[in-house]
């Protein structure tokens, strides 16, 4: 007789097979429509509990960690919607810090599923399978029950699904050219659409953003009346120290400045988004210079605990391996700039898959001239680049000589360590693995690696 971990494992699969098998999350229809019915039908679970929003291009999962870590060390109970997940679809909707567990999951999903119903025959389209799993969040939080949710966006801002919340405290992390089809051509368009997460009366934490990319936050910020804070004026990383497993900040605050803080992460860019956090939860407390800063003591400890897998992740040594979920060229470059800075490599290797719609010859540029030769595979996303395409981008970029192609993932990783280990003396000390290009390929690499299940 199968035990109860085993019966909700089963029913979990058989969910995610029904969710998975809508209109996917990487389309997107311009309308509101059919999610705000269904959170009506399900008495507006989103307005139980209060809000912090996130958007942008690339940070946003970091950025809300580490919101999460910080409102929780203060005692908070909180729900937390990222997406896509790297292995299992129970890592999209976080409670107290972990993931829900399959019943959960599967209980929620069975409360839910009559007014899915519903819903789907009320519009031209079913919901899609990223409504479905907001509006299961949103549910889920409201049973929980949390007191605060940190929310996500899925693609943009405006027409996100996300966007029934009503934040009071809204993050947008850089903004830089991705999912232009959907979202526009220019920084300054893609900008505006992710605006429509700054509600009317919120406080907007903007990080450092391109000229389009701030004029166009700024304009909406005026248009509802919102309070802005900028990073570089209002809050900012004031000093950055390479440690031991990460790095040391000062950050100066909405509420005052903030040293020693340790912070178990790698790169300028994580640095960014410790700032832009402890600014949204300064904001969200109501921490300004007139009523002072957070508890210092409980913010260095907030921050030491804060973990982002698949972000930059160390998994093994001699040689290194590196897993990054960096899929477009602005999030290539953060990422490179952080291996430059923490890793000191003879020899770095790069394993690669991508997803199609993605900027593959701009990734790749970024990468030429830092690693020795490429790894091109395949992850097993039905959105991914063919292994002979991407061989064939990378034989451009690269040259013939210094591109391997093995469509199988775990093959990729083999060749990437065995092309590593080919140093002049012989030793793997100081050789790197890089596998990077997709949260998918990052996940898939992560469960092969034994990181995950």
Excluded at 282 to 295: N, Y
Aim: hydrophobic residues 45%; contains cysteine; proline residues 4%.
């Amino acid at each position: 007789m199968a035990t109860e971990a085993e019966k909700y494992a089963s029913l979990l699969r058989q969910v995610e097979a029904e969710v998975t098998g809508r209109w996917g999350e990487g389309r997107i229809n311009p309308t509101t429509e059919r999610i705000a019915a269904l959170l009506d039908l399900l008495g507006s679970p989103q307005r139980a509990y209060r809000s912090i929003h996130l958007t942008g291009t690339n940070g946003k999962t970091s950025t809300a960690r580490m919101v999460d870590e910080l409102l929780r060390a203060f005692g908070l109970r909180t729900g937390r919607f990222t997406s896509p997940h790297l292995t299992k679809i129970t890592e999209r909707i976080v409670l107290d810090g972990a993931p829900v567990s399959d019943r959960v999951f599967v209980e929620g999903y069975r409360d839910i599923a009559p007014y899915i119903e519903l819903v789907d025959g009320q519009f031209d389209h079913p919901l899609s399978f990223f409504e479905v799993m907001v509006a299961l969040t949103y549910a889920i939080f409201a049973d929980a029950p949390v007191d605060v949710a940190v929310v996500e966006v899925g693609m943009g801002g405006t027409w996100d699904a996300t966007n029934q919340i009503d934040a009071e405290v809204a993050v947008v992390t850089p903004v830089d050219l991705d999912h232009m089809t959907y979202l526009g051509p220019d920084v300054g368009t893609i900008a505006a659409e992710k605006a429509g997460i700054i509600k009317p009366g919120a406080t907007a934490i903007l990080a450092s953003q391109q000229v389009p990319a701030a004029e166009a936050l700024l304009r909406r910020a005026v248009e509802v009346d919102a309070t802005v804070a900028r990073e570089g004026l209002e809050f900012g990383v004031l000093e950055r120290t390479i440690a031991v497993g990460g790095q040391v900040l000062t950050i100066q605050g909405l509420g005052g400045t903030y040293d020693e803080v340790f912070l178990p992460l790698f790169g300028a860019h994580q640095a960014q988004n410790a700032a832009c956090a402890l600014a949204a939860v300064e904001a969200f407390f109501g921490a300004s210079g007139a009523t002072g800063a957070l508890d210092i003591e409980v913010v260095r400890e907030a921050f030491a605990a804060v973990r982002s897998p698949g972000r930059l992740e160390a998994l093994r040594s001699s040689p290194t391996i590196l897993v990054d979920a960096a899929h477009n060229p602005h999030g290539m470059k953060a990422t490179l700039d952080a291996i430059a800075e923490g890793f000191d490599f003879r020899r770095l290797v790069a394993v690669v898959g991508v997803l199609g719609d993605k900027d593959v010859e701009g990734m790749l540029a970024l990468l030429e001239p830092v690693v020795a030769e490429i790894v091109v595979t395949q992850n097993s996303s039905l959105r991914s680049l063919d292994v002979d395409e991407l061989a064939r981008i990378a034989v451009e970029v690269f040259g013939p000589d210094r591109v391997v192609v093995e469509p199988r993932l775990d093959d990729a990783i083999d060749a990437a360590v065995t092309s590593a280990e080919a140093t002049e003396d012989g030793y793997a000390s100081g050789t790197g693995v890089l596998v990077t290009g997709s949260v998918v390929t990052a996940g898939e690499a992560r469960v092969l690696l034994g990181a995950a299940p």
